[in-house]
């Protein structure tokens, strides 16, 4: 039995990205943990601190060193951490007098935060490679789709012709957002932690601050002066990146459960069938999204409230980021993968659109009519007018531009305002200039 989705091996399929998931792992996290502790060896010793030969040894042993987890257990339910345990099996495994500078000047949080960093930053590089590729699938729809009109809703309510291509482009659009917005934060949150007892570095003495620029020089991590283990502020940015990737994705798929309804039937997905109704086919890939943007929103909320860290180390504020970080990660992993699965199998009804947007009777046309008699008469006259032809459309039928025909002699091309082509142009002009932006300025 198991209390979360993420793990059953009846709903994991569904909630799970073995791939993220896989960094989070207690294999994996005691890997990076003594890949730190290597490191820190190496570092230590190329600025004289600790001997050459020992930190050679530190990190061979590290290397190969494979704990088993449950190994740790009793000491992490007693501590509150794995270090200890960690560090008490790499020094019996290095042995001889190179244990004595196993973890020299360092702090169990140390090592688990520049642990969870490494893990991050492999977690965002596969994040990005699959936004790269979902944003690459929604534009090449957005392109095909680029003239195909289709009902633009606001509020659930009819409005006014828009084109499908334009709606696919905009769920790519923050997407790239994203991918600019995790290459600035980067430099911020992909930083190594190196701050003692009590972040002042004291037993490394004058080598502090080289021992902290060798030990990012070693793991390829950005090197912050200050240590940031009290002030999480980076990795509640990283949460809020996560989260808005999965808010964006969210919103598209609440997109396309709407295009799926009974009566709109827009666009058609590979779906779930039900038990017990053979002609359903439930958008389920479309609903996991909602369900994970609105996971992961609920959980950057606690990713906050890890922020206010008590003095120097908080061990309540530091639970609440492990219990929130790692699902948030796997969701977002979940969410993009689902997300191209979806795109990749939807199937646009370019005829069904046209459908419903003829059965509004030209009432979609109202604010373009309203305009186009603007410039025959005043604007508060006109809008009387379409709505005298609004009134009489929807009490007895026929084309709301066959009624205002009859109702003025305005110099207005009825029949061309009547296809929705006429209408998207702007929209059109739009996507051409994102799909192409270096166009314009040539």
Known sequence: MTASVFDSLIFGGLFTDDTVAAQFEDREQIRSMLRV??????????????????????????????????????????????????????REAVGDSAADFVHWGAT??????????????????????????????????????????????????????????????????????????????????????????????????????RVLDELARELTLACPVLPWHSHRDGMAELAGWLSLVTGSLAKLGQDIILLTQTGISEVRVGGGGSSTMPRKNNPVGAELLVALGRHNAVLLGEMHQAMIHDHE?????????WLSLPQMAVSAGTAIARARVLIDGLT????RMSDNLQALNGLAC?????????????????????????????????????????????DVDWEALKHPSNQITTAITMLEQFLDPGAADS
């Open 37 to 90: 502790e290597a490191a820190l060896a190496i570092a230590e010793a190329r600025v004289g601190l600790i001997p050459g030969e020992a930190a050679q040894h530190i990190d061979s042993v590290a290397r190969t060193l494979d704990p088993d987890p449950s190994s740790l257990s009793a000491a992490t339910t007693r501590d509150g951490v794995p270090v200890t345990a960690l560090i008490d099996s790499l």
């Open 313 to 321: 180390r908080d061990g309540a504020a530091w639970n609440s980021e």
């Open 348 to 351: 646009v009804d370019t005829q």
């Open 108 to 209: 169990s949080q140390d090592i688990m935060d520049t642990s969870l960093v490494l893990r991050m930053r492999e977690v965002t590089a596969i994040l990005d490679q699959r936004l790269a590729g979902l944003v690459d699938t929604l534009l090449t729809l957005a392109r095909r789709h680029a003239g195909t009109p289709m009902l633009g809703r606001t509020r659930s309510q009819g409005a006014v012709p828009t084109s499908f291509g334009l709606k696919a482009a905009g769920w790519a659009a923050p997407l790239q957002r994203h991918r600019t917005r995790l290459a600035e934060l980067k430099p911020r949150v992909l930083a190594v932690q190196l701050g003692g007892a009590a972040g002042t570095r004291s037993v490394l003495g004058e080598h502090g601050m």
């Open 366 to 410: 109202a604010e373009a009519a309203l305009f186009a008699l603007a410039r025959h008469m005043p604007r508060r006259e006109a809008r009387q007018l379409v709505n005298t032809a609004v009134e009489r459309t929807g009490a007895d039928g026929g084309h709301l531009l066959d009624r205002l025909a009859a109702l003025t002699d305005a």
